[in-house]
């Protein structure tokens, strides 16, 4: 590889807004005691676009008494649906492709099978939907890497400082993006993702910016059905299993 590539522009940084979430169904009638809700767990694009241009697999960690609680996901949409009948931690593991970051993302997740009092009894028409909103932004990219994403609609891609210049077209190849079936603004779930475009100015306010590696994750707010609120932790005894 050119190893003008591998450049890194100084003072530059690109960050993709992701939300990480779950989407739970009451099987109503058909629920037993030990099966009672069906679920999904994602990583997606704040904007619903795909994010395999920066994501090379998702590893979600299930609790252990589902069989094979190590699931690998390795392509858009990044997501794997089970069903239970208990809440708990998912821990949520991002790889990147090898010219975005070398390090891993660990992000965790709290299934939530239950609405709130205020929601309203549990339908199999309504489903409890929790997501949160986070920012990874990309230090000092390489010159490879801001050219290949810069157009890509999931990056925010700032104008470069004075000084910096890059390759002229043609001395790096850039794959044409194109519409993908992985990307999730047309997934069958996506009338019950929120819209977290109105709570970016919230979002400034109540997240401080952390160093994760190479990686940072620079903002955060958690969505429960599309109302603030803060991050709760884990349910009480016997409410920790998933799966018999």
């Given amino acids: ?29 058909k629920a037993s005691e030990y099966n009672s809700h069906k679920w999904t767990v994602y990583v997606r694009s704040a904007n619903n676009e795909d994010l395999s241009v920066i994501v090379k697999r998702v590893v979600f960690q299930l609790h252990p008494s589902f069989q094979n609680p190590t699931r690998v996901v390795e392509q858009q949409p990044f997501e794997l649906s089970e069903s239970g009948w208990g809440e708990f931690e998912i821990a949520i593991t991002l790889y990147f492709h090898s010219d975005v970051c070398e390090k891993r993302l660990d992000l ?38 801001f050219l290949r994403v810069q157009n890509h609609p999931a990056a925010n891609v700032p104008r470069l400082p004075p000084g910096i210049t890059l390759p002229p077209p043609g001395s790096v190849e850039i794959v044409p993006y194109e519409k993908k079936r992985g990307d999730t603004r047309d997934h069958p779930l996506s009338q019950w993702f929120s819209n977290f475009s109105e709570a970016d100015e919230l979002l400034k306010l109540a997240a401080a910016r952390q160093q994760a590696h190479i990686a940072k994750l620079r903002r955060q707010l958690t969505m429960i059905e599309g109302m603030p609120q803060q991050s709760k932790g884990l349910s009480g005894p016997g409410q920790q299993f998933g799966h018999i």
Avoid: C
Wanted: hydrophobic share 35%.
């Fill in 1 to 29: 590889m050119d190893a003008s590539k591998n450049k890194r522009l100084k003072d530059v940084e690109i960050s993709f807004p992701i939300v990480y979430g779950t989407i739970s169904f009451w099987l109503g009638k």
């Fill in 108 to 145: 965790f997740h709290l299934l939530k099978l239950y609405p709130e009092e205020e929601a309203g009894p549990q339908s199999t028409k309504k489903p409890v939907v929790v997501e949160t909103y986070d920012e990874i932004v990309f230090p000092e990219p390489t010159e490879a890497f």
